[in-house]
């Protein structure tokens, strides 16, 4: 029950971006991209909200750029469209994407080679990402730099003076409220340093979006980064999310997401396809609030 991309397709840029990647959190809303993490629709997110489910949803956070940084050498693992560039080119250090039960990376650098899951918690608008190192030879810095759209899905960001550069950051939860009427929103990242420099980025082509003949290029604002010491072995696990993750582990809530879908499994199948499809199909299921009616018929 395995859907894989090797090297050969994810160091082919204009192939890579072809190939895309969703999950959902069965309240409409989700987060998905190309399997290279380049955003091409205004629809990619890592953590598209459904703020008034099912019908109402926010692109809070468009993606999180990882860099790998070894005896002050940095290594981008991002991949961004600027129109006439494509930088950083951190698709050239994946050498493998699967999905089975979840998205799954494999990132491969000077001797570093890390594994990435991503998963949405059923129920909740929250993602969670794990970093797992499956090789390293000495400790490396793992940088985090969360880029935020904060809009209606349909629409585009642009740079302002609005947004709001305030945050929290304390027991390694990171919080912050972009405008007056969005969802607050949460990031934690467990042992973490946070280095504050807001900054608006500029100019992110979505190409699919241009091939439509819409809109399609976007500003994403970022407040700062986030820093972690890692070695081989160790396992790191973020949430992002519009509730307060304090308290929360993302590898436990990843472990009970897992058991969930797992569950969806137990019936007989009589081949691959039919358990793939299940859990596609479980992917565009949405919960309902169906609105009281009086007597009277009024609501």
Request: net charge negative; hydrophobic share 40%.
């Amino acid at each position: 029950m395995l859907l894989q991309k090797n090297k050969t397709v994810l160091s082919d840029y204009n192939e890579a971006i072809q190939h895309e990647w969703l999950e959902t959190n069965g309240l409409g809303g989700w987060s998905g991209s190309s399997v290279i993490g380049c955003n091409t629709r205004r629809y990619h997110s890592l953590l598209m909200a459904a703020t008034v489910p099912p019908a109402e949803r926010m692109n809070l956070i468009s993606k999180l750029d990882e860099t790998i940084i070894i005896n002050n050498e940095r290594f981008e693992l991002g991949t961004n469209n600027y129109g006439d560039t494509i930088a950083p080119q951190g698709y050239q250090y994946l050498s493998s994407f699967k999905k089975e039960i979840f998205p799954e990376w494999i990132h491969e650098v000077n001797g570093v080679e890390v594994k990435k899951t991503i998963a949405m918690v059923h129920g909740e608008n929250t993602t969670v990402i794990i970093y797992e190192v499956v090789k390293a030879a000495k400790t490396f810095t793992l940088e985090l730099l969360p880029l935020l759209a904060v809009r209606g899905y349909h629409s585009m960001m642009h740079a302002n003076n609005d947004a709001h550069w305030d945050v929290l950051f304390n027991n390694n939860v990171f919080k912050t409220k972009v405008y007056e009427s969005t969802p607050e929103i949460f990031i934690k990242v467990p042992d973490a340093k946070y280095e504050h420099h807001p900054n608006w980025f500029y100019n992110f082509n979505y190409s699919i979006e241009q091939y439509r003949g819409l809109d399609f290029v976007e500003d994403l604002f970022n407040h700062g980064k986030f820093l972690v010491e890692l070695k081989q072995g160790d396992t790191l696990g973020i949430i992002l999310t519009t509730e307060d993750p304090s308290g929360k582990n993302a590898i436990e809530l990843l472990l009970k997401e897992k058991q969930r879908r797992e569950g969806l499994l137990e019936q007989p199948f009589s081949s691959t396809v039919e358990q793939i499809l299940t859990l596609a199909a479980d992917q565009f299921i949405v919960k309902r609030t169906i609105p009281k009616v009086s007597l009277t018929g009024g609501i």
